[in-house]
């Protein structure tokens, strides 16, 4: 039987925007490759691409969840009654904190150029903003570029908080001095916004 890491290398999740102009395709864990149906692009300004990439962010993590639940299930040989066992919220209150914590997580990623910023809390609200003027001064080419450079940013900002978070709660090898570290740059960086 395939382990759950071969199941996630091939796992592929497509979805589309709420108004079906927008496809989102997740790949290889992490890989977001985003799409535009063709002259689609052209016809947004920024405040409803902004609202549409939003809806498509949230809809896609959901997808993937689901995914990434049922490799789970079948890599594990597990029911469906089992699976929804094993997904069940801890009754440790240190487990159940943790969890409570990470769900919580907020993450932000900043494209290349500074023309998209992308927020999400606990990956359940999805904020995109997208600088003005930036969909007729770039182009669908250039802008999907800046799109996928805040989406890097961002999953790469929200790995490293999960890996601090997880250090706080588990041993896994990081160093003490270096958690403290960590927890001195959220506090300053916390302070600046």
Do not use: C
């Not at 159940?96 to 990956?123: C, D, H, P």
Request: aromatic residues 8%; negative net charge.
């Amino acid at each position: 039987m395939p382990s759950i890491g071969e199941y996630l290398d091939n796992m592929v999740v497509t979805v589309d925007s709420p108004d079906e102009r927008i496809r989102a395709r997740v790949s290889n864990y992490h890989d977001v490759e985003i799409t535009f149906a063709p002259g689609a692009f052209d016809q947004y300004d920024e405040e409803h691409l902004s609202h549409q990439l939003g809806r498509l962010g949230l809809t896609t993590w959901v997808a993937y969840h689901r995914a990434r639940s049922e490799a789970y299930r079948v890599s594990q040989g597990l029911s469906s009654d089992e699976l929804a066992d094993a997904e069940r919220p801890s009754d440790d209150p240190y487990r159940r904190q943790y969890e409570l914590e990470l769900n919580a997580i907020e993450g932000e990623g900043v494209s290349a150029g500074g023309a998209v910023r992308v927020r999400t809390y606990g990956l359940m609200q999805w904020n995109v903003d997208i600088e003005p003027g930036s969909i007729q001064r770039l182009g669908e080419t250039a802008f999907l570029a800046e799109l996928h450079s805040a989406m890097k940013s961002l999953l790469s900002d929200r790995e490293v908080k999960i890996i601090t978070l997880k250090s706080e709660y588990f041993d896994i090898g990081i160093p003490r001095r270096w958690r403290e570290l960590m927890t001195e740059l959220r506090a300053r960086n916390r302070h600046r916004r």
